[in-house]
């Protein structure tokens, strides 16, 4: 309670998010950034611009995503995971629900917010991980993740994880072939090796897992055997 009592005399801060007519100012209590967000703590400091004006600008950033991080900042540390992150995001299986939830992973992710991420991860294995996601959509969430966040990131994991299913369901010399829903290879839209590292381990793991056999015959199974 004395992080918010404090607020009351703390230095409010200005961040205007997005671009356009998305756009959006938001304001911020600077001490709630002390122990939830140090890369803002720092942001604001004497050190920099942002700290001295008072202001900063994060046009590449997602309003819905800021704002899903400014409720969780304003949460209490004591109150459970569960009452803080579920009401930011309905339970419905939506692609819409889906991508804001992607979009504030990222965000997470660019600034170091391992707790925040973490948490939408673990709500998001709850409730949207119950069904197979529709190709096109996984290609989109996949595409986003791998270009927007770090190797680090525990999102690029997971999705490495639904690549490796979907490449290993398919018969034959077509298992690099997403199910015949549209013939794409993965190589074909992704660039980044770690990431189709990522994706053929976990391949090797499951057919393990599973005893089933597998030829290597799509791209990346030629460059990383």
Request: charged share 25%; glycine share 4%; hydrophobic share 40%.
């Amino acid at each position: 309670m004395l992080i918010f009592a404090s607020a009351l005399t703390s230095e409010v801060v200005e961040i205007t998010v997005g671009q356009g007519d998305e756009q959006k100012t938001f304001y911020i209590h600077k001490i709630f950034f002390r122990t939830k967000a140090p890369i803002f703590d720092k942001m604001f400091s004497a050190s920099f611009k942002e700290g001295l004006t008072g202001s900063a600008t994060l046009p590449d950033d997602s309003c819905k995503a800021f704002t899903v991080f400014a409720k969780w900042l304003y949460s209490s540390k004591s109150k459970p995971t569960e009452l803080v992150i579920c009401p930011l995001f309905s339970h419905e299986r939506t692609s819409e629900i889906r991508w804001e939830m992607v979009e504030t992973i990222v965000f997470a992710d660019k600034y170091c917010l391992d707790q925040l991420s973490d948490e939408i991860m673990s709500l998001w294995i709850k409730y949207q991980a119950r069904g197979r996601l529709p190709f096109e959509e996984l290609k989109k969430i996949t595409s986003y993740i791998v270009a927007n966040s770090s190797d680090f990131c525990k999102a690029r994991d997971f999705f490495a994880y639904l690549w490796a299913i979907e490449m290993l369901r398919g018969p034959g010399k077509n298992n690099c072939k997403l199910n015949g829903d549209g013939g794409d290879d993965l190589d074909e839209f992704i660039s980044d090796d770690n990431f189709s590292k990522k994706v053929f381990n976990k391949m090797r793991s499951l057919a393990s897992q599973t005893k089933e056999k597998w030829q290597p015959v799509c791209e990346i199974g030629r460059a990383h055997v």
